[in-house]
């Protein structure tokens, strides 16, 4: 089954995502990423990959030169898991707007328009321990 399955509208909104994620990463990071997620033997095994289910290497924090703050860097690490602001907020024992005034922070500074480019960013930015 195709996308086009579920309507035209669907199309173009993957259309568009597709677009603004080579545009984050570069066509060739983009390539291999999904060379990757293509990979999975099934939807359990993929699912599982995405919500990070299954171990991975341990990662480093992102480094001091960070332009964001302590606590921008934890909302940011719980942006990349795919938490909402008000998860975070239970998390972090913070309220929901204080959540929400450090997302607008972060994709300040750091140019973005949304979570995705947060998350990417962090992502990029983690190096695996060995």
Not at 28 to 40: F, P, Q, T, V
Not at 63 to 86: F, H, I, K, Q
């Amino acid at each position: 089954m195709t996308i086009a399955a579920f309507g035209p509208h669907m199309v173009e909104q993957h259309a568009h995502c597709e677009e603004e994620i080579v545009r984050a990463l570069g066509r060739a990071a983009y390539e291999s990423a999904l060379a990757e997620g293509g990979g999975h033997r099934g939807p359990d095994e993929a699912i599982a990959y995405a919500l990070r289910t299954a171990p991975e290497p341990a990662a480093v924090p992102v480094s001091a030169a960070s332009p964001l703050t302590p606590r921008e860097r934890d909302v940011a690490a719980l942006v990349a898991e795919g938490m909402s602001n008000r998860q975070i907020a239970s998390a972090l024992g913070r309220s929901p707007r204080t959540v929400d005034g450090h997302v607008e922070n972060i994709l300040a500074k750091l140019g973005f328009a949304s979570r995705a480019r947060i998350a990417s960013w962090w992502a990029a930015k983690q190096e695996p321990t060995r």
